[in-house]
Structure formats: structure tokens, C-alpha cells
């Protein structure tokens, strides 16, 4: 049985990804660095353990920390 897909955007790439998949999996897969973002689903902060749906649009934000 085939894996169902499905189309989220990060930061507007549209990607696809397996059924099941989370924010970190799509964060990865877009080649972002998780390290030093935030990231917002549907205008709120969001955990990358979370799973995405069909269409989700994920917005990363730069975390800069200074010393």
C-alpha cells in the first residue's frame, strides 16, 4: 500500500511530505536550520513534535541571540 502524501508550504516552498509527517520533518526537508528559528502555523507558535495536515502553511522566524 502506497504512503499517502500531502502539500504543505514552508516560508513559500511548497513541499510534499508523507502522511503523518511533523513540523520538524518538514523544517528538514525544506533544509532550514531548527537550531535558531521559531516557527508559526496558522499565526501562532507551534512545537516542531506537532503534525502537519494537508496544506498547512508554516512560517519560520529568526532567533537571534546576542552575548
Known sequence: EATKSMKVMVDG???ELPEGATVADA???AGINRETILIKRRGELCAEVEKVVENDVLETIS???GG
Open 27 to 29: 523544517l528538514s526537508k
Open 63 to 65: 532567533v537571534i541571540s
Open 13 to 15: 516552498k511548497r513541499l
